[in-house]
């Protein structure tokens, strides 16, 4: 039982973890903001720009994981109506990381970085009541 709480988070207190989260989550933000700076280095600064942004994206996704616990956060995560997002975003960073790392492709790294920008928006506004369909609403319109 006692493990189960632990990977529950409810063993936290409250105050606990809402600091934590708040430190997670800044982290992340400082991680991508610290990555757009370094994107104009030269040569390696491309590489820095999607890693941190990569890193400041997976902090942010693990920041909640504090405030609900991360088997709550893990079984929103893959609620039916947030599950292609969530996939897309997972892969996203995934080949982020795979075109800086192992592909050497710089230009695919930043089109990555674009789709894991635009994935993690539409994941996180399916936590927000009808925001996507006023997404869509207004994007269709747009188009209109």
Do not use: H
């Not at 400082?30 to 700076?37: E, F, M, V, Y």
């Not at 609620?79 to 790392?101: K, S």
């Amino acid at each position: 039982k006692r493990s189960c709480e632990i990977l529950d988070g409810t063993t936290l207190g409250f105050g606990t973890r809402v600091k934590w989260f708040v430190i997670c989550f800044a982290g992340g933000v400082l991680c991508s903001i610290l990555g757009t700076a370094l994107l104009f280095l030269p040569k390696a600064g491309l590489n820095l720009f999607a890693v941190f942004y990569t890193l400041g994206n997976i902090a942010a996704l693990l920041s909640t994981c504090f405030l609900m616990g991360p088997l709550k956060q893990l079984k929103r995560m893959f609620e039916p109506t947030r599950l292609i997002a969530t996939i897309m975003v997972l892969l996203f960073l995934a080949l982020t990381l795979c075109a800086v790392f192992w592909w050497g492709k710089k230009g695919l790294a930043i089109i990555f970085c674009i789709l894991q920008f635009l994935a993690m928006t539409w994941y996180s506004i399916s936590y927000i009541p009808f925001a996507r369909d006023a997404v869509i609403k207004c994007f269709t319109s747009c188009l209109s």
